[in-house]
């Protein structure tokens, strides 16, 4: 059993490798249908990362300025989720949450040009994939990895930003239904 303790300094034990999400269960479905992300010992996680050692939490909702950059971090995984989808052979570059929202760098595929009229068709598969509900996975992996995997995807700029600008042993992807995106 390890210790979780809540920011009102209440202390409760649960399993070795409970999650964010499951401990929000634990206090009540509502709760658990609002938050977006936690906080271990002061570093903002997803919700499924497990726990495994004693630990304070915090749990945030999208009111939360931790919780609204989770949402919005996500929420540029899943625009360039459907972005793949749409445009196959589109290149990725930076696609961060920001204060205000998020965006992403694209190239789109040769010939091919994204225009504001197109943005409704976009927002409707983010939707559509929203629905989904798939899981999103996380895997730190060392920079070879991240450089033959993205290679093997032609993803051209993330591969210059991975060998420019990326340490091995400070590289995680996320993978979010077809899209695997990489995470500094």
């Known amino acids: 059993m390890i210790k979780i303790t809540f920011p009102d300094g209440s202390v409760r034990e649960f399993e070795k ?4 999400l499951q401990i929000a269960e634990s206090i009540s479905p509502a709760l658990a249908r609002s938050v977006v992300a936690c906080g271990v ?31 919005w971090h996500t929420s540029a995984h899943l625009l360039a989720e459907a972005l793949k989808e749409l445009y196959p052979g589109i290149q990725f570059g930076f696609g961060p ?10 190239m789109p595929p ?12 976009i ?12 899981a999103v996975v996380r895997r730190d992996v ?28 400070s590289i995680s992807t996320y993978t979010q239904g077809s899209l695997t995106d990489l995470c500094g």
């Open 110 to 121: 040769e010939g091919v040009t994204i225009k504001e009229s197109d943005f409704p068709a």
């Open 142 to 169: 060392s920079k070879a990895d991240a450089l033959v995997e993205f290679k093997a995807d032609g993803q051209t700029y993330i591969c210059e930003r991975i060998d420019e600008d990326l340490e091995d042993g």
């Open 41 to 71: 010992n002061g570093e903002t996680v997803e919700l499924n990362r497990p726990i495994n050692e004693d630990a304070s939490i915090a749990l945030y909702k999208f009111e939360d300025e931790e919780g609204k950059h989770t949402f």
């Open 17 to 20: 490798g409970v999650t964010g």
């Open 97 to 106: 949450a920001i204060e205000n929202g998020f965006f992403y760098d694209v």
């Open 123 to 134: 927002e409707a598969k983010m939707q559509e994939l929203a629905k989904k509900n798939e």
